[in-house]
Structures are given as structure tokens and as C-alpha cells.
């Protein structure tokens, strides 16, 4: 039983683009915080940012500086990561991860791999 699966990663040169995107099944889709998180080899996993299910507000780490954005369809049970002005430091498996609470999440997917080459 798949609860959230990513998809979108790939390689891209420094500076370009990338949308990562979350489908998550309906019953953790519905009123879950989803987050989005990174881990990049040799380093511990870190926040990259979320939504809020019911407002529509966004949080993101320091680090994301305004390059990158969070949003959902609701329509499709899927969260998106659009990634702009990517860095070689952006390379990192990123994972989605779904609970009912921030930082207290539940579901996590199996990763997709981002690689941004100089």
C-alpha cells in the first residue's frame, strides 16, 4: 500500500529548475501537514519546507532563500516542490512526508534524486 511517492528529480546545471511532486494517497492527503525534506550524502536529513493544509501558508529553511516554492492540488492528493536557481549544494535525495501535525509526521515516501552539477 503506497502512501506517498515522489517524482520529478533529475540532473540539472546550476541555475536551472526543477518540480519535484508528492502524490500522496487521499486518506493521508486530507488534513496532513506535508513537508518536504532533503539528505544529501554524508549529512543529516534537514527541512526544506511545507504548507499548510487549510491556509495556505508556506514555511521554508533559510537556505531555500526565496528560490524555491511549495504548493498542492487538491484535485490530485499531490504537493509540488518548484526549485529555481538550483546550486550544486541543492544535491540531495528529497523526500515528502506527511502527519497530522508539523514535525510529527507519520508517512514518509521513498525519495527522489536531485543532482545539480557546476
Known amino acids: 500500500q503506497v502512501q506517498l511517492v515522489e517524482s520529478g528529480g533529475g540532473l540539472v546545471q546550476a541555475g536551472g529548475s526543477l518540480r519535484l511532486s508528492c502524490a500522496a494517497s487521499?486518506?493521508?492527503?486530507?488534513?496532513?501537514?506535508i513537508a518536504w525534506f532533503r539528505q544529501a550524502p554524508g549529512k543529516d536529513r534537514e527541512f526544506v519546507g511545507r504548507?499548510?493544509?487549510?491556509?495556505?501558508?508556506?514555511y521554508y529553511a533559510d537556505f531555500v532563500e526565496g528560490r524555491f516554492a511549495v504548493s498542492r492540488d487538491n484535485a490530485k492528493n499531490t504537493v509540488f516542490l518548484q526549485m529555481n536557481s538550483l546550486k550544486p549544494e541543492d544535491t540531495a535525495v528529497y523526500y515528502c512526508?506527511?502527519?497530522?501535525?508539523?514535525?510529527?509526521?507519520?508517512?514518509w515516501g521513498q525519495g527522489t534524486q536531485v543532482t545539480v552539477s557546476s
Open positions: 487521499e486518506h493521508i492527503f486530507r488534513r496532513s501537514f
Open positions: 512526508a506527511a502527519g497530522k501535525a508539523p514535525g510529527a509526521y507519520d508517512f
Open positions: 504548507d499548510d493544509w487549510f491556509g495556505g501558508t508556506t
